[in-house]
């Protein structure tokens, strides 16, 4: 009986000691204290030690753009932190460039707040306005692609710049794809691609950015472009969150926004631009070409733009009009697989591939020209490499890289 009490008191006893070991160590590596960060030299806020800087920042209601729900994939979240933030992290190194790592510049989403830290983020943070807009519009541009226009309350009015972004907060939710309203056009793919078996669900608001496809002088609406993220097939993995949301409205439904956000916008009105764009990544150079052609520019604006096939592709008839009535305007398409019944007599493979050929080889005034980039990650990637091997500065680039 003395054998069992004993042993028993000991392994208590060392149940105990281990316990408060692992509390010190715990607390010496994620001390449970408050930290202070100083925002844009002005405003300070109280942090928890060991909480990312994106919720640090969040619970004080600095919201800083994200659309990847800060899995560090979306390149949004970029503060410049002066003090306190130690060294960049792998997993930021591939939304940072080598310039960026050396200013600072650090992914908020990525960032643990460890000591007191001094940041500076955008002043369009503070300036962004909320609204509840009414959805007015939802109509399919292509199988997996829907134009979703929303209109802001009365009287309100909405300025931002040409290739601006708005992001999107849905409320929690669940949906069935088996409840959307598919376009008959596209309800063929939508069987063979088995969708009406997919669902979604979120029990807290998520949030989401997406470019801005209209024009800039509409100032009561927002034009959208949502591609439906899907996961790769043969997972389980879960649909886009908010893509699919997107995807469920109905006109007359709320959907809450906040913006404007971003710098990808006309950055000198007096160089002559090609915009190279795949996907919904449409959606700025639209509303940059729009803007550039009511300013009337006297400035070339090329425009190549990358689909899969003739079924992806969309807005065609209004490009080709602005082509017409546009001297200064030019619009290439390439099909990377056109389809059997596309009949497709236009350019065929990778859209870098045709600007390279079309616009970069042997043209002695490719540098005089400013480039403007959005669309999937493998495109831009792609069209980055082959400006940069033509010898094309990297100030004269610019990309919007967070089609999702
Ligand atoms: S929220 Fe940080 S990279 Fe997307």
């Not at 960049?88 to 007191?116: F, K, P, W």
């Not at 733009?305 to 992806?312: I, K």
């Given at each position: 009986m003395n054998t069992i009490l004993l042993t028993t008191i000991i392994i208590t006893t060392l149940v105990v000691l281990l316990s408060l070991l692992v509390q010190q160590i715990r607390r010496a590596l994620l001390p449970d204290?408050?930290?202070?960060?100083?925002?844009?030299?002005?405003?300070?806020?109280?942090?928890?030690?060991?909480?990312?800087?994106?919720?640090?920042?969040?619970?004080?209601?600095?919201?800083?753009?994200?659309?990847?729900?800060?899995?560090?994939?979306?390149?949004?979240?970029?503060?410049?932190?002066?003090?306190?933030?130690?060294?960049?992290?792998?997993?930021?190194?591939?939304?940072?460039?080598?310039?960026?790592?050396?200013?600072?510049?650090?992914?908020?989403?990525?960032?643990?707040?460890?000591?007191?830290?001094?940041?500076?983020?955008?002043?369009?943070?503070?300036?962004?306005?909320?609204?509840?807009?009414?959805?007015?519009?939802?109509?399919?541009?292509?199988?997996?692609?829907?134009?979703?226009?929303?209109?802001?309350?009365?009287?309100?009015?909405?300025?931002?710049?040409?290739?601006?972004?708005?992001?999107?907060?849905?409320?929690?939710?669940?949906?069935?794809?088996?409840?959307?309203?598919?376009?008959?056009?596209?309800?063929?793919?939508?069987?063979?691609?088995?969708?009406?078996?997919?669902?979604?669900?979120?029990?807290?608001?998520?949030?989401?950015?997406?470019?801005?496809?209209n024009d800039t002088q509409d100032k009561r609406h927002i034009v959208l472009l949502i591609r439906l993220a899907l996961p790769p097939q043969s997972t389980d993995l879960p649909p886009g969150k908010v893509s699919s949301w997107l995807f469920s409205l109905q006109n007359n439904d709320q959907v809450e926004i906040s913006g404007p956000f971003g710098d990808f916008t006309v950055h000198d009105h007096h160089r002559p631009m090609v915009l190279i764009g795949g996907g919904v990544g449409m959606a700025p150079l639209r509303a940059i070409i729009h803007q550039q052609?009511?300013?009337?520019?006297?400035?070339?604006?090329?425009?190549?733009?990358?689909?899969?096939?003739?079924?992806?592709?969309?807005?065609?008839?209004?490009?080709d009009r602005l082509a017409q009535s546009n001297k200064h305007f030019t619009w290439t398409v390439a099909l990377s697989e056109p389809a059997p019944n596309d009949q497709w007599s236009g350019e065929r493979g990778f859209i870098h591939e045709i600007v390279r050929q079309q616009f970069i080889d042997g043209n002695p005034h490719a540098d005089q020209y400013d480039y403007y980039l959005c669309g999937p990650p493998m495109m831009l990637k792609a069209a980055i490499a082959m400006l940069k091997q033509a010898g094309i500065d990297d100030a004269h680039i610019y990309s919007d890289n967070f089609e999702i």
């Open positions: 204290r408050v930290v202070s960060i100083l925002v844009n030299h002005s405003r300070e806020l109280p942090a928890h030690a060991g909480s990312k800087l994106l919720d640090a920042l969040a619970s004080e209601n600095i919201l800083l753009p994200s659309g990847c729900a800060g899995a560090g994939t979306c390149g949004l979240c970029k503060v410049t932190v002066s003090a306190g933030g130690g060294s960049v992290l792998a997993t930021e190194r591939g939304r940072l460039s080598d310039t960026e790592c050396e200013r600072g510049v650090r992914l908020a989403c990525q960032l643990t707040v460890r000591d007191n830290l001094e940041i500076t983020v955008a002043e369009e943070v503070f300036t962004a306005q909320h609204w509840n807009c009414t959805v007015t519009s939802s109509r399919y541009l292509s199988p997996l692609i829907k134009e979703i226009t929303l209109e802001l309350p009365a009287d309100a009015e909405f300025h931002f710049d040409a290739g601006a972004y708005v992001q999107v907060t849905t409320p929690p939710f669940a949906c069935k794809f088996s409840d959307f309203h598919v376009d008959d056009r596209y309800r063929e793919q939508w069987q063979q691609m088995n969708l009406s078996r997919l669902s979604v669900q979120s029990k807290v608001a998520e949030t989401r950015a997406y470019s801005i496809a052609i009511r300013d009337n520019t006297s400035q070339d604006i090329r425009f190549y733009y990358g689909a899969r096939s003739l079924t992806d592709l969309f807005f065609q008839q209004e490009f």
